[in-house]
């Protein structure tokens, strides 16, 4: 079983501070890491996707990849209200031909 | 920026009738998908297209289900004889190639009742 975990939230952040989301998977084979985020009733939107460990930064998010320790995160720089959606974690494996998604984290953040 | 257009928007079918929902993904994409989504419950994989036929199918996926690309440009799933259990958001995602982010369409909400 290809289990992609997150817990569910909700994630409370005042406007401006840092918000932390994590994700595990179970399957070392997984090759690739998306972030999606989706409001609620839409689709998801692809933020960012991550294939090497370590860091990488795109504007105000920085996704962290550890094989290791089977995780990726999502860290949110200045949260704003408009962040506020549930955040999908993704992962491929062995191939690119499908996505396992994990069930979100649900993100407010609080003027 | 280019967009995965689906229709419609949301359809209501009788239990037992068949729906077609339709996709019409980004011109240059080659890799077709359809995902499903069950209020408050994870995106599940259900089909992937690739070089008009089938690459990869899920266990969600039976002989109810089936989908085409009629004419080059729709992407279309169809639904036989729907159940209660398959109301849910469809989605369809095209990608450009491996390697990247699914781009997804807006999604279809179908309710049998």
């Known amino acids: 079983q290809k289990e992609v975990e997150q817990n569910s939230g909700p994630l409370s952040v005042p406007e401006g501070a840092i918000a932390s989301l994590n994700c595990t998977y179970s399957?070392?084979?997984?090759?690739?890491f998306f972030w999606y985020r989706q409001y609620s009733g839409k689709s998801p939107e692809l933020i960012m996707f991550i294939y090497s460990n370590g860091d990488k930064e795109d504007g105000r998010f920085t996704a962290q990849l550890n094989k290791a320790s089977q995780y990726v995160s999502l860290l949110i720089r200045d949260s704003q209200p408009s962040d506020s959606a549930t955040y999908l974690c993704a992962v491929t494996i062995y191939n690119f031909n499908k996505f396992y998604f994990g069930s979100g984290t649900k993100l407010n953040v609080k003027p | 920026e280019p967009e995965v257009t689906q229709t419609p928007s949301h359809q209501v079918t009788q239990m037992g009738q068949e729906v077609i929902l339709r996709c019409v993904p980004i011109?240059?994409?080659?890799?077709f998908y359809w995902y499903r989504q069950i209020l408050g419950q994870k995106v599940e994989f259900l089909v992937s297209?690739?070089?008009?036929?089938?690459?990869?199918k899920s266990e969600i996926f039976d002989d109810q289900f089936s989908v085409e690309r009629p004419d080059g440009s729709n992407f279309t799933l169809k639904i036989r004889s729907t159940k209660l259990e398959d109301s849910a958001m469809y989605f369809c995602?095209?990608?450009?190639?491996?390697?990247?982010?699914?781009?997804f369409g807006s999604g279809t909400r179908l309710t049998v009742v």
């Open positions: 011109s240059n994409h080659l890799y």
């Open positions: 399957d070392r084979g997984s090759q690739s």
């Open positions: 995602a095209s990608l450009p190639g491996q390697g990247y982010g699914y781009t």
């Open positions: 297209f690739y070089n008009n036929e089938i690459s990869e």
